[in-house]
């Protein structure tokens, strides 16, 4: 089965940054679709970036401040999250969608945007005050 456990949350000031990461285990395919997602409380989840075959996606509201990465060899997607500010609290979870091949070109977006993903870690918790 797939896992996926996140790390790095933590609290910050407004203009900080923090790197999130998310090490996976079970696959057994080499092409992934992961994305990052966060959920602030009495909000929807939204999909804030994601990434396969080395084509990256990102919500708005983070683009341009929020990079994703994965590193194959240490089986972990990266979040740099940089200019931080006080709407970005929230609970971070990585997901990974099963049917790798849907999230090819525009695919992804929709994917994030629906959050529709299929294997969700535990999440950690991102503060900005």
């Known amino acids: 089965d797939v896992q996926l456990v996140e790390s790095g949350g933590g609290s910050v000031q407004a203009g900080g940054s923090l790197r999130l990461s998310c090490a996976f285990s079970g696959y057994t395919i080499s092409r992934k679709c992961m994305g990052w997602f966060r959920q602030a409380p009495g909000k929807e989840r939204e999909g804030v970036a994601g990434i396969y075959t080395g084509s990256t996606y990102y919500a708005d509201s983070v683009n341009g401040r929020f990079t994703i990465s994965q590193d194959d060899a240490k089986n972990t997607v990266y979040l740099e999250m940089n200019s931080l500010k006080p709407e970005d609290t929230a609970m971070y979870y990585c997901?990974?969608?099963?049917?790798?091949?849907?999230?090819?070109?525009?695919?992804?977006?929709?994917?994030?945007?629906?959050?529709?993903?299929?294997?969700w870690g535990q999440g950690t918790q991102v503060t900005v005050s």
């Open positions: 997901a990974s969608y099963a049917a790798h091949w849907a999230c090819l070109g525009a695919g992804l977006s929709v994917r994030l945007k629906r959050a529709d993903f299929t294997t």
